[in-house]
């Protein structure tokens, strides 16, 4: 089956910086990426996704980058907010619409 | 729209017993699916379900099962319960199940 594996585990970055979050996968028939933001106590909440036939996606201050070819994908976050420190999960998605979730980042904006 | 709703917020169950567990999906959206969140093992994959159909399954014993309504409402529930089991479990809904999925707010099981 699918292996997702997610780094770094948890991130610190002072307010304005940006943040990178790198996840690889194992299956390369997987061909959908989503990234979820859970806030504390709330649902996870999907914040952007990509598929395989696109190579980046940006979304004003967030994006997604995906490598084929080296079966990873990162998310990129500039100008970083306080608003944003929350645990970011990335996924990948099997040709069985199966989901395999990574292991979540804990991301602390330092104001 | 009402967004994906699961009943109840929280469970408090003994060892042993059995739980049901439901989640009413976005309307329109025909893809149930089921996860387990424990600090210790992130999210898991538990199943889908697709037009009243367990189309996916994870790896999850067989006291885990699931059945989906024809009104896309779903229901999960564990038997035997064991303490191992105390976790938030949560559903996402999405519309044919490729992509897209929104999350409920959960049920959190505690099992004592």
């Known amino acids: 089956g699918e292996n997702v594996e997610q780094h770094p585990s948890t991130l610190s970055v002072q307010e304005g910086d940006s943040a990178v979050i790198k996840c690889t996968y194992s299956?390369?028939?997987?061909?959908?990426f989503p990234w979820y933001k859970q806030e504390l106590g709330k649902r996870p909440q999907l914040i952007i996704d990509?598929?395989?036939?696109?190579g980046e996606k940006k979304d004003q201050r967030i994006a997604v980058t995906l490598n084929k070819t080296a079966k990873h994908f990162s998310l990129h976050i500039t100008e970083t907010q306080p608003e944003d420190s929350a645990v970011y999960f990335c996924?990948?998605?099997?040709?069985?619409?199966?989901?395999?979730f990574g292991t979540g980042t804990s991301l602390t904006v330092i104001p | 729209k009402a967004g994906v709703t699961q009943t109840p917020r929280y469970l408090i169950k003994t060892r042993g017993q059995q739980v049901t567990l439901s989640c009413s999906p976005i309307s329109g959206h025909r893809s149930v699916s089921w996860y387990q969140q424990t600090p210790g093992q992130g999210l898991q994959f538990l199943f889908e379900?697709?037009?009243?159909?367990?189309?996916n399954k994870g790896n999850f014993p067989g006291r885990f099962s699931g059945r989906q309504f024809s009104n896309s409402r779903s229901e999960m529930n564990v038997s035997t319960l064991e303490l191992g089991d105390s976790a938030l479990y949560l559903c996402a809904s999405s519309l044919e199940g490729t992509g897209g999925y929104t999350f409920g707010s959960g049920t959190r099981l505690t099992v004592v």
């Open positions: 299956d390369s028939a997987s061909n959908y």
């Open positions: 990509i598929r395989s036939n696109v």
């Open positions: 379900y697709f037009s009243e159909t367990q189309r």
């Open positions: 996924a990948a998605m099997n040709t069985g619409n199966q989901f395999y």
